[in-house]
Every structure is written in C-alpha cells, then in structure tokens.
C-alpha cells in the first residue's frame, strides 16, 4: 500500500490523513470546497507543529508529512489510491453517494472503508459494482492520540480486503478490534448508553454534571467524564448514533433522552458550538 485516499476533512477525516501520512503514504484528502479544506489542513498542520512544541513530534517528521498530504477538491484524484477511506457526514445518502463516485473511479483492487460508527456497512456496500472490497475502519477521536481502530467486515467483505485493512491499521501503529456489521459495533455499543444514562442522570436531578463527571472521573479512572466526552464528541453525533442503534433494537437504552434532543435543537453541541454541558465561548 503506498497511496490512501480520505473523504472528508472534518475533526475525523482530517486526523485520519494526518496519521496516514505520519505513517509515511502519500495521502490524498478531499473536502467539497478549498476553505472546508483549508481549515482541515490547517487542523493538522496545528496538531503537528503543537506536537514540535510538546518534544512528542520532530520538526523533520511534521515537514515530510505535511509533504506527504495532497489537499483536492476532486475525487477524480483518488485514481491511483490502494485505500479510500469515507468520512463524510452520518448520513446513509451521502456515504452512498460518496461510494458510487468512488467505484467509477479507483481501479478494481482498491479497498474501500467507512469511518462510520453506527450505519450498516453491508447497506453501504451494497452501492458498491464490487461489495467485496467494502469495509468499516472506524477511528476515536483524537484520531493522533487515540490508539485504537474498529475494522468491520460487511457480509460481502473478501479477506484480501480485510487482510489489506487489517495491514493498514498496524502501519498505522494502532490497534485493531474486529466485530461484525451491528450498530455500534464494539465501543459505541457499550459507549453510547452510558452516555445517555448520564444525561438522563443529570436529566433527573441526581446529580451536577461536575459531580457526574468527577464521578466517573476520580471513581473509575475514566480520562473525562461523561458529560464532558459527549460535549467532546458533539451532542449531534451522539444523538443521531443513538437514533440509529434505537431504530435498529427497538431497546430503551438507545433511547436518546428528551433533554440531549432538545440540547441539540438548540444548537449546545458541544465544543464544536462553544456551548454544551458546558460554556467554551472563551477557549
Ligand atoms: N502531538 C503529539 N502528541 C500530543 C499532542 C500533539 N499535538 N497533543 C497531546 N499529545 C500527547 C501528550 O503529550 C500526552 O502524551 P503523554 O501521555 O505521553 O504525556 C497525550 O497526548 C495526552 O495529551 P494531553 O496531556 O495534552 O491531554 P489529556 O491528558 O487531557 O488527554 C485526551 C486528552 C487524549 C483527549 C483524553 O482526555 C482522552 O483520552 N479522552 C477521552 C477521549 C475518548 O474517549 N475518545 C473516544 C470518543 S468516542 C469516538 O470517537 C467514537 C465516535 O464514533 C463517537
């Protein structure tokens, strides 16, 4: 594998080119406009030069991959990619959209993966001339920091193509867990209802959300806690997960509670909107 391919440049896609080009492949990154790729590429070049600053990355390394990514605007340039790896918003229509340009335009052998971490991969690939090379690569955020890579087989997936995935994720450095094609698949499976138990908690008036986070915090060694992540994470992506897992169990620990939904229609997503759990207007 020399060359991969991101789609997206957002908080996931920009961190999954990033530590594919730290890995040392050529990594092609694209977004829908030249400013949405700006400042994706500008995410990374921060990370890299607060790393340089930190003693974790040298400034060598940041140059040669900062070399290494090419920002485009165009799928078309994916044609000489091994790998594609989707990253675009959490919606079945975009990713389909997203997969059938791609199998116009990369040759036969290259492998095709989603960073979803909720809709079915199998419903994806079935978009796909080629089922058989679809999979799921779902990263964590701090995509740099966070070791960890879910690889999913589809019903379709073939071995060459897990095998190549598989290969790729330990290039990367990272572990992989492999489950199959359900909703959540291992992390978010056990992560989202514990995130939903601690609105519903704050929710009910058990509890301060400083006192729910230091709970899990200081009680079970947690690095954040819960309502800090999903103020992390962003509120819209946790609930339009749970949305998907309770649409697909019918089981009430998916149910997203009344307050998250209402925090969402308000626009408190989290860091991403300055406001969520908690104020970061001025961070
Ligand atoms: N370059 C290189 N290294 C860096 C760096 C940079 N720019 N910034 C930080 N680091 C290093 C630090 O030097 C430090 O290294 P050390 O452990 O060797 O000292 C390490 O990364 C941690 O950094 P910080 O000390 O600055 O920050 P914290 O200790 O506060 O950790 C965190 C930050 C890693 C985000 C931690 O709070 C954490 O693990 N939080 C939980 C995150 C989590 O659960 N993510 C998963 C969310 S779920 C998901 O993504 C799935 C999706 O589908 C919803």
Known sequence: ?????????????SGIAQVSAMAGLTTWVREVDQPTLDKGLGRIRKFLDDGVAKGKVTAESRDETLGRLKGTTELQDFAT???????????MDAKRQVFSTLD?????????????SSLSITEIASTASRPERVL???F?????????????????TSDAAFDAARGFVERLGKTAVVAKDT???????LLVPYLLDAVRIYESGVASKEDIDNGMKLGCGY?????????FVGLDTTYSIANIMFEEFKLPQYAAPPLLKRMVL??????????????????
Do not use: Q, W
């Open 140 to 156: 964590f955020n701090p995509v740099p920091l966070m070791k960890l890579v879910e690889v999913i087989r589809a019903l379709p």
């Open 136 to 138: 799921g690569l779902h």
């Open 104 to 116: 116009r335009i990369v040759p036969a052998s290259t492998v095709l993966a989603s960073n979803t």
């Open 266 to 283: 308000a626009g408190y997503l989290g860091r991403k909107s300055g406001r969520g759990f908690y104020d970061y207007s001025m961070t």
């Open 81 to 91: 990619c091994d790998l594609v790896i989707e990253a675009v918003v959490e919606s």
């Open 183 to 189: 909703p959540g698949f291992v992390v978010n499976r």
């Open 223 to 231: 690095p954040m806690g819960p309502l800090t992540l999903l103020d």
């Open 1 to 13: 594998m020399k060359t991969v391919g991101v789609v997206g440049c957002g908080l996931m896609g």
